[in-house]
């Protein structure tokens, strides 16, 4: 079966950083779009970025993460600096076929997911 899992999550003070990990059961993942996405309590699911051959990010991380992506190991990354107190949520891998750049940082039209990893970031 096709999985993605996140790990690298945990708790760490504002101003730190984490580097989250999302490694693909399938290497023919590595021609897909890999998106991450988080979630905070009460929130609607947030693009935060993705990666197809270019990358791109949402406003609120932009210039704070950098996504990076290993494909001998199906891997893809998430690098998390300056991290704030509003960073806190589940955050979500995800592939979709589609190479497409319009359409890439909605939710809805990736068709796998991982499990999430939690990232708390305290002040």
């Known amino acids: 079966q096709v999985q993605l899992v996140e790990s690298g999550g945990g708790l760490i003070q504002a101003g730190g950083s984490l580097r989250l990990s999302c490694a693909a059961s399938e290497s023919t993942f590595n021609t897909w779009t890999m998106g991450w996405f988080r979630q905070a309590p009460g929130k609607e699911r947030e693009f935060v970025g993705r990666i197809i051959s270019s990358v791109d990010y949402g406003s609120s991380v932009k210039g704070r993460f950098t996504i990076s992506r290993d494909t001998a190991k199906a891997t893809v990354y998430l690098q998390m600096n300056s991290l704030k107190p509003e960073d806190t949520a589940v955050y979500y891998c995800?592939?979709?076929?589609?190479?497409?750049?319009?359409?890439?940082?909605?939710?809805?039209?990736?068709?796998?997911w991982g499990q999430g990893t939690q990232v708390t970031v305290s002040s």
């Open positions: 995800a592939a979709r076929r589609s190479t497409l750049v319009s359409g890439s940082t909605i939710p809805r039209n990736y068709d796998y």
